[in-house]
């Protein structure tokens, strides 16, 4: 009778006694020995790789590089684009710092920031600016559905899902990423006394955010929803992910009055007036105000880098309709190309929609809604006409007219 052969791993030639484990293939075996050290080579090389890529990232986007690429987007806001480029560039450099595994050199810790400024002036734009030009995951998130754990709405573990998704569950990218959570203010504290009962949209989903901003270890649901006690969750470390939280915190001019010592509106004047800008109370805001505001100061104390956005004058208004790469009559001008004709708009019709963006007080997202108030009708029948139109051109009167028929100048301003 003939002796069986003995079984060995095709790479080291282990036998299988001395293996733990010998995975047949098709032609072989292979050692639990081999596939740890094939393992390893793949993860340096991983590590190797992804150590080039933040360092030609770090090469690129400098500071001035990082706003350089905002200003083609976004009109204005200098002093915001500046602190975040400083933070984004920060942040690679900090991943970069944390990859060498020097014990001996200074930790460096990260600096969470918070935008403040009104509706439309840009603090989502600057978010989606920013996430196109970078090479870490990034997600936006909306403040409003989350909830304390328990109620109907999300989780705040939720927002770790959509780095995630954007990481393509690679954890140890999402562990690198940036998130900006959006409508900070809406989970605002409703009075200036702690709850005594339960806040589950407000100061409860703030407490849930504390570990999560500092830097925890945190128990994912892969598909976000409901935790179950059967579904199988994802551990995401955010010691590394870097926050940015954004809110218009409409009213908290009045909190920044209020200690200046002056008056946001009404003709009443302190002695110290001359000091401080009226028109744009905003540059003024500390954490003092969030507080004010309703925000928790363990939360404030996690955002430790605070800045605010300009509200939008006129000439801002003005080149945010014509001057960015993709400024609202650019795009227009590119639908109406698709049709094979040419748009034209008279200045006098881009100054009358500027006023009546600034009339609405509703920011850039304001000139949205007048541009279409204007374009509908012919956006409507040029594609039926039985000849292309080769030329259009928006006039004074037509705009008027078109205005007029969408009762734009009934709406009052509260």
């Given at each position: 009778?003939?002796?069986?052969?003995?079984?060995?791993?095709?790479?080291?030639?282990?036998?299988?006694?001395?293996?733990?484990?010998?995975?047949?293939?098709?032609?072989?075996?292979?050692?639990?020995?081999?596939?740890?050290?094939?393992?390893?080579?793949?993860?340096?090389?991983?590590?190797?790789?992804?150590?080039?890529?933040?360092?030609?990232?770090?090469?690129?986007?400098?500071?001035?590089?990082?706003?350089?690429?905002?200003?083609?987007?976004?009109?204005?806001?200098?002093?915001?684009?500046?602190?975040?480029?400083?933070?984004?560039?920060?942040?690679?450099?900090?991943?970069?710092?944390?990859?060498?595994?020097?014990?001996?050199?200074?930790?460096?810790?990260?600096?969470?920031?918070?935008?403040?400024?009104?509706?439309?002036?840009?603090?989502?734009?600057?978010?989606?600016?920013?996430?196109?030009?970078?090479?870490?995951?990034?997600?936006?998130?909306?403040?409003?559905?989350?909830?304390?754990?328990?109620?109907?709405?999300?989780?705040?573990?939720?927002?770790?899902?959509?780095?995630?998704?954007?990481?393509?569950?690679?954890?140890?990218?999402?562990?690198?990423?940036?998130?900006?959570?959006?409508?900070?203010?809406?989970?605002?504290?409703?009075?200036?006394?702690?709850?005594?009962?339960?806040?589950?949209?407000?100061?409860?989903?703030?407490?849930?955010?504390?570990?999560?901003?500092?830097?925890?270890?945190?128990?994912?649901?892969?598909?976000?929803?409901?935790?179950?006690?059967?579904?199988?969750?994802?551990?995401v470390n955010t010691k590394n992910i870097l926050f940015?939280?954004?809110?218009?915190?409409?009213?908290?001019?009045?909190?920044?009055?209020?200690?200046?010592?002056?008056?946001?509106?009404?003709?009443?004047?302190?002695?110290?007036?001359?000091?401080?800008?009226?028109?744009?109370?905003?540059?003024?805001?500390?954490?003092?105000?969030?507080?004010?505001?309703?925000?928790?100061?363990?939360?404030?104390?996690?955002?430790?880098?605070?800045?605010?956005?300009?509200?939008?004058?006129?000439?801002?208004?003005?080149?945010?309709?014509?001057?960015?790469?993709?400024?609202?009559?650019?795009?227009?001008?590119?639908?109406?190309?698709?049709?094979?004709?040419?748009?034209?708009?008279?200045?006098?019709?881009?100054?009358?929609?500027?006023?009546?963006?600034?009339?609405?007080?509703?920011?850039?997202?304001?000139?949205?809604?007048?541009?279409?108030?204007?374009?509908?009708?012919?956006?409507?029948?040029?594609?039926?006409?039985?000849?292309?139109?080769?030329?259009?051109?928006?006039?004074?009167?037509?705009?008027?007219?078109?205005?007029?028929?969408?009762?734009?100048?009934?709406?009052?301003?509260?």
């Open positions: 009778m003939a002796k069986e052969t003995a079984l060995r791993c095709s790479m080291c030639g282990r036998d299988k006694k001395e293996a733990k484990i010998l995975i047949a293939g098709i032609n072989g075996h292979i050692c639990d020995n081999c596939i740890n050290q094939a393992f390893n080579l793949i993860k340096e090389e991983a590590m190797g790789e992804q150590k080039q890529q933040l360092q030609q990232a770090l090469n690129l986007l400098k500071p001035a590089a990082i706003k350089e690429k905002l200003d083609e987007y976004v009109i204005g806001q200098d002093d915001a684009k500046k602190v975040l480029a400083v933070a984004v560039y920060n942040h690679f450099k900090r991943i970069s710092h944390t990859q060498k595994n020097i014990k001996d050199e200074v930790e460096i810790d990260k600096s969470n920031l918070i935008l403040v400024g009104e509706t439309g002036t840009g603090k989502t734009l600057l978010a989606r600016t920013i996430a196109t030009m970078l090479n870490v995951p990034f997600c936006i998130a909306d403040a409003t559905v989350l909830t304390e754990a328990g109620y109907v709405g999300e989780d705040v573990e939720s927002i770790l899902t959509r780095l995630l998704q954007a990481a393509d569950y690679d954890v140890a990218a999402a562990e690198k990423g940036i998130v900006f959570i959006d409508e900070l203010d809406k989970i605002a504290r409703k009075s200036d006394n702690p709850s005594i009962t339960r806040d589950v949209s407000g100061e409860g989903v703030q407490q849930a955010m504390l570990k999560l901003l500092e830097g925890t270890i945190v128990n994912v649901p892969p598909q976000g929803g409901r935790k179950h006690p059967d579904a199988k969750m994802i551990a940015i939280c954004g809110g218009a915190f409409d009213g908290i001019e009045k909190k920044i009055a209020q200690r200046l010592n002056t008056q946001a509106v009404g003709y009443a004047s302190s002695v110290n007036d001359e000091e401080f800008d009226k028109g744009n109370l905003l540059q003024y805001v500390s954490p003092q105000d969030l507080k004010s505001f309703g925000l928790i100061p363990e939360l404030i104390g996690r955002l430790p880098v605070l800045t605010y956005l300009k509200p939008l004058d006129r000439s801002a208004l003005r080149q945010i309709l014509t001057d960015p790469k993709n400024a609202l009559i650019k795009q227009y001008k590119q639908l109406f190309k698709m049709e094979g004709t040419k748009l034209d708009i008279d200045d006098d019709v881009l100054n009358l929609i500027v006023d009546k963006a600034l009339e609405f007080k509703l920011g850039a997202r304001g000139l949205r809604g007048l541009c279409e108030a204007i374009m509908t009708d012919i956006m409507y029948s040029l594609p039926s006409e039985d000849k292309p139109v080769k030329q259009f051109t928006v006039t004074m009167d037509y705009a008027l007219d078109k205005l007029k028929k969408a009762k734009l100048s009934q709406l009052k301003v509260a």
